[in-house]
C-alpha cells in the first residue's frame, strides 16, 4: 500500500512540474493592418463577435505602408499580418522569423488581384505593345514579380520588358492618368479605380491565378507561444470570410469606414470572393525564389516548411 501511494505521488509530482512548465496562452492577438481590401474579414470577425466567441481579443494595429508594418513585426510589436510571398521569403532569408498561415486573397478567373494598365489614349491593346516601354512598379516586391511573370506568359522576352520605379501606389495612379508613364502595374482595387478613369488592361492574372495572392503571415515565435489563440483567430475568420462571400453588400459600409477602397469606388466596387482556408502551394513559392535570385534578392533557397505553416487551420467540411 505504501509502495502504491509513494508511485502516485511521483506521478503527481510529474503532472504538477509538467504543467508548470507549460505556461498558460495568453489569449490575445495583435495584427498590423494596412487598410488593403484583404482586412475586410478580419473588421468583419470582429464586429460579428467571432473572435469574442472564440474566447480571444485581437487588437487591430494600424500602419501607414508595408514599411511601416514590417518595422513592427521585427520589433515584436505585432503578432501578424497580411503580407505576400515576397516580403516571406525576404523576412525568412536569414532566420524563419514568420509563417504564412493562410491565403488573404487569391486572384480567380472571375476577380483579377493584380493588373497591368496602360494610359487611355496610348492605343496600347496587347502585352506586345509593351516591348520596352517603361512600366511603373515597385521594385522588389510583389508588384515586380506580377509584372514580370505576367507580360512573360503573355509572350515578352526578359529583354523586352522594361519598368521604372514608382513606389507609392498613388503616385502610380496618378503618373498613369496624366499620362506621364505609358503604363503601371497595380493592385485591386486600385486598378478597378484606372479602368473607371478610361485606362486600358494590357494583362491581369485573373488567367494566371497561380501569380495572384497575398497571404496572412503570424511570427514564428507567436505561433510557438500561442497556437491555439492563432487556430481561434483563423475559426473566427474562416466563419467571417463565409459571411462576407454569402452576403457582400451587407460590408459595403465597412469598405468605406475602414476606407479599404479609393472613395470613388465606394457604392460600384463589386467584392471578390474570399479563398477557404488555404495556404500557397511548394510550387508557388519556389516560382517566386526563383524570380527573386534572377533578381538578386535572394541566393540560398528556403525550404518549404520555413515558409508555411497549414497545421493551424481549421478543418473545412
Same mark, same amino acid.
Given at each position: 500500500m505504501f509502495r502504491k501511494l509513494v508511485s502516485l505521488s511521483i506521478v503527481l509530482s510529474t503532472l504538477l512540474v509538467a504543467c508548470a512548465q507549460t505556461p498558460a496562452e495568453t489569449p490575445t492577438l495583435k495584427i498590423g493592418l494596412l487598410p488593403v481590401l484583404e482586412a475586410l474579414p478580419?473588421?468583419?470577425?470582429? $464586429?460579428?463577435?467571432?473572435?469574442k466567441n472564440e474566447g480571444i481579443t485581437v487588437e487591430f494595429v494600424p500602419v501607414a505602408s508595408a514599411a511601416e508594418r514590417d518595422q513592427l513585426m521585427q520589433a515584436g510589436q505585432i503578432d501578424g499580418m497580411i503580407n505576400d510571398l515576397v516580403s516571406t521569403v525576404l523576412y525568412n532569408k536569414d532566420t524563419q522569423k514568420i509563417s504564412v498561415v493562410r491565403f488573404a486573397r487569391t486572384a480567380t478567373p472571375d476577380s483579377a488581384q493584380y493588373s497591368i494598365y496602360a494610359t487611355k489614349d496610348s492605343g496600347f491593346k496587347t502585352a506586345a505593345d509593351l516591348k520596352g516601354v517603361e512600366i511603373g512598379i515597385s521594385e522588389g516586391t510583389v508588384i515586380a514579380y506580377v509584372t514580370d511573370?505576367?507580360?512573360?506568359?503573355?509572350?515578352?522576352?526578359?529583354?523586352?520588358?522594361?519598368?521604372?520605379?514608382?513606389?507609392?501606389?498613388?503616385?502610380?495612379?496618378?503618373?498613369?492618368?496624366?499620362?506621364?508613364?505609358?503604363? &503601371?502595374?497595380?493592385?485591386?482595387?486600385?486598378?478597378?479605380? %484606372? &479602368?473607371?478613369?478610361?485606362?486600358?488592361?494590357?494583362?491581369?492574372? $485573373?488567367?494566371?491565378?497561380? #501569380?495572384?495572392? $497575398?497571404?496572412?503571415?503570424?511570427? +514564428? %515565435?507567436?505561433?510557438? &507561444?500561442?497556437?491555439?489563440?492563432?487556430?481561434?483567430?483563423? $475559426?473566427?475568420?474562416?466563419?467571417? #470570410?463565409?459571411?462576407?462571400?454569402? +452576403?457582400?453588400?451587407?460590408?459595403?459600409?465597412?469598405?468605406?469606414?475602414?476606407?479599404?477602397?479609393? +472613395?470613388?469606388?465606394?457604392?460600384?466596387?463589386?467584392?471578390?470572393?474570399?479563398?477557404?482556408?488555404?495556404?500557397? +502551394?511548394? %510550387?508557388?513559392?519556389?516560382?517566386?525564389?526563383?524570380?527573386?535570385?534572377?533578381?538578386?534578392?535572394?541566393?540560398?533557397?528556403?525550404?518549404?516548411?520555413?515558409?508555411?505553416?497549414?497545421?493551424?487551420?481549421?478543418?473545412?467540411?
Amino acid at each position: 500500500m505504501f509502495r502504491k501511494l509513494v508511485s502516485l505521488s511521483i506521478v503527481l509530482s510529474t503532472l504538477l512540474v509538467a504543467c508548470a512548465q507549460t505556461p498558460a496562452e495568453t489569449p490575445t492577438l495583435k495584427i498590423g493592418l494596412l487598410p488593403v481590401l484583404e482586412a475586410l474579414p478580419l473588421f468583419v470577425a470582429d $464586429s460579428q463577435g467571432y473572435f469574442k466567441n472564440e474566447g480571444i481579443t485581437v487588437e487591430f494595429v494600424p500602419v501607414a505602408s508595408a514599411a511601416e508594418r514590417d518595422q513592427l513585426m521585427q520589433a515584436g510589436q505585432i503578432d501578424g499580418m497580411i503580407n505576400d510571398l515576397v516580403s516571406t521569403v525576404l523576412y525568412n532569408k536569414d532566420t524563419q522569423k514568420i509563417s504564412v498561415v493562410r491565403f488573404a486573397r487569391t486572384a480567380t478567373p472571375d476577380s483579377a488581384q493584380y493588373s497591368i494598365y496602360a494610359t487611355k489614349d496610348s492605343g496600347f491593346k496587347t502585352a506586345a505593345d509593351l516591348k520596352g516601354v517603361e512600366i511603373g512598379i515597385s521594385e522588389g516586391t510583389v508588384i515586380a514579380y506580377v509584372t514580370d511573370r505576367l507580360l512573360k506568359l503573355e509572350g515578352l522576352a526578359t529583354g523586352d520588358i522594361k519598368t521604372i520605379p514608382v513606389v507609392k501606389i498613388a503616385d502610380r495612379m496618378q503618373l498613369l492618368d496624366q499620362g506621364k508613364i505609358k503604363a &503601371a502595374t497595380l493592385p485591386d482595387p486600385y486598378s478597378s479605380l %484606372a &479602368a473607371q478613369g478610361g485606362a486600358i488592361l494590357i494583362a491581369d492574372d $485573373s488567367k494566371h491565378n497561380e #501569380i495572384g495572392n $497575398s497571404v496572412l503571415s503570424f511570427s +514564428t %515565435a507567436t505561433i510557438k &507561444a500561442k497556437p491555439n489563440t492563432v487556430k481561434k483567430f483563423l $475559426s473566427a475568420l474562416e466563419k467571417a #470570410i463565409d459571411d462576407v462571400n454569402a +452576403t457582400p453588400t451587407k460590408f459595403e459600409n465597412v469598405l468605406s469606414d475602414k476606407k479599404l477602397i479609393p +472613395t470613388p469606388l465606394v457604392g460600384k466596387y463589386k467584392l471578390p470572393k474570399f479563398p477557404k482556408a488555404s495556404v500557397p +502551394t511548394e %510550387a508557388q513559392f519556389a516560382d517566386v525564389q526563383d524570380w527573386m535570385k534572377g533578381k538578386g534578392l535572394l541566393v540560398n533557397t528556403l525550404t518549404y516548411e520555413k515558409l508555411v505553416d497549414a497545421t493551424l487551420l481549421p478543418k473545412l467540411p
